[in-house]
């Protein structure tokens, strides 16, 4: 299955991602709590050493969170997410020749990392808040809009869709409907289907069987399935960083299924099967 009439590129601020062969995108999280990596780059220079390493191993954007979104996680104030990715953000822009994102659903830090030098603001709530979308329409960064059903402390309780498919989709076109009709360029925009994000695991692996309904064909998408709970669920491996080969084998689906950009914690073995997959898939 191909997204025959998605665009060619990706627009994001001084960056023009060419969607020729699916683009790896590694994860940063300089948090304390995140659910695989949390405590390991709460330190930003051990956080700028990682983000480099995964350039380094052909990670083609780097995703910079400060704000656990896991089930069950607390909101972290918009001060102390500035105060964790900022500097992380500022070191990174300055010297990788790839496009920074922020993984952000707060305004504040959304400006504050774009002054710092972010292309991509990744929002896990879909540009939900208004001041968001102002935002988008003011300036050129590109723009990741996930689905989420509520918010991660409760998303997990008891998630229920008629149809999982045609719902999040609603959600999602809705959502660059809003970011469009305020100017947004579509160019900018990709879209999420939110794995894990008030989903159980067959919503996510309806989604994941079905992504090529998930969004209309004008908008490249965006998996992010690495290590998450399903993958543990269905392989039976507690420990998130031992779920390497599940999310390796969702990334390689993903990507056949059309995804233009996966969002990934393992990047080098992400990029050496994509590369089989590409090689053998002509
Ligand atoms: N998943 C997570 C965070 N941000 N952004 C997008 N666009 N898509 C995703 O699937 C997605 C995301 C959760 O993963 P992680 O960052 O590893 O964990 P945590 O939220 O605990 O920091």
């Known amino acids: 299955m191909k997204l025959a009439a998605a ?36 330190d930003p220079s051990r956080a700028v ?3 480099r390493a995964l350039a380094e191993a052909g990670a083609d954007i780097i995703d910079v969170g400060g704000e656990s979104t896991r089930p069950g996680s607390d909101e972290v104030t918009p001060e102390e997410e500035a105060r964790r990715v900022v500097p992380v953000i500022e070191a990174l822009a300055g010297d990788l020749a790839i496009p920074v994102s922020v ?8 400006r504050r990392s774009m002054a710092a030098g972010a292309a991509i603001v990744n929002d896990v709530s879909g540009f939900r808040d208004p001041a ?14 996930m689905h989420m059903l509520g918010e991660p402390k409760t998303m997990q309780g008891d998630p229920h ?7 999040v989709r609603a959600y999602l076109e809705s959502r660059a409907a809003v970011l469009e009709a305020a100017g947004v360029a579509r160019e900018r925009i990709v879209l999420d289907p939110g794995i894990g994000f008030g ?23 965006l998996v992010g399935a690495s290590r998450k709970r399903f993958v543990g669920e269905i392989t039976g491996v507690a420990e998130p960083g031992g779920r390497l080969v599940g999310s390796v084998a969702a990334a390689l689906w993903s990507c056949a299924a059309g995804a ?12 050496q099967a994509l590369q089989m997959w590409a090689a053998i898939s002509g």
Request: net charge negative; hydrophobic share 45%.
């Open 103 to 110: 993984d952000t659903r707060h305004v504040d830090v959304a």
């Open 49 to 51: 050493a990682h983000a």
């Open 132 to 145: 968001m979308v102002t935002l988008a329409a003011a300036c050129n960064a590109g723009l990741v809009v």
């Open 199 to 221: 989903k159980s695991t067959a919503h996510n692996l309806e989604l994941l069987r079905r992504l090529g309904e998930v969004t209309p064909a004008e908008y490249p998408v």
């Open 7 to 42: 665009p060619r590129i990706w627009r994001c601020g001084r960056f023009e991602l060419a969607l020729e062969r699916p683009l790896v995108m590694g994860i940063v999280n300089v948090t304390p709590d995140s659910f695989s990596d949390g405590g390991r780059y709460d």
């Open 161 to 167: 869709y008629t149809d999982v498919v045609a719902e």
């Open 260 to 271: 233009a950009i996966v969002r990934v914690h393992d990047v080098a073995e992400t990029v």
